[in-house]
Nanobody, 126 residues
């Protein structure tokens, strides 16, 4: 599976961005997906995860109520809608995929994921 993340950019605090992750090579319908981010000098952290059925989602406490993960398996796409952005959201955002037979499975550890996209930069100015 090849993953291509896009949609990052520079936005003012309070603004919105929508990140997209396009998959090719295989259908995403049996992959749990995650969005991670890594800020300079910090470890990569999970922002949100979604099961392949989309019936289960997880959000980090720091983004609950502001970010929404979704997917369209027919289009092989995963999205991260980011609202009310804060300067502390500034990071490189990565999408990742984990093959699983559990349709409600979500995964919080980066080492659980099998495939990674190249990352897209999100910069939020104050």
């Amino acid at each position: 599976v090849q993953l291509q993340a896009s949609g990052g950019g520079l936005v003012q605090a309070g603004g919105s961005l929508r990140l997209s992750c396009a998959a090719s090579g295989r259908t995403l319908s049996t992959y749990a997906m995650g969005w991670f981010r890594q800020a300079p000098g910090k470890e990569r952290e999970l922002v949100a995860s979604i099961s392949w059925s989309a019936g289960n989602k997880y959000y980090a406490d720091s983004v609950k109520g502001r970010l929404t993960i979704s997917r369209d398996n027919a289009k092989n796409m995963v999205y991260l809608q980011m609202n009310s952005l804060k300067p502390e959201d500034t990071a490189v955002y990565y999408c990742a995929a984990k093959e699983t037979s559990y349709n409600f499975g979500i995964y919080r550890e980066s080492r659980s994921y099998d495939y990674w996209g190249q990352g897209t930069q999100v910069t939020v100015s104050s």
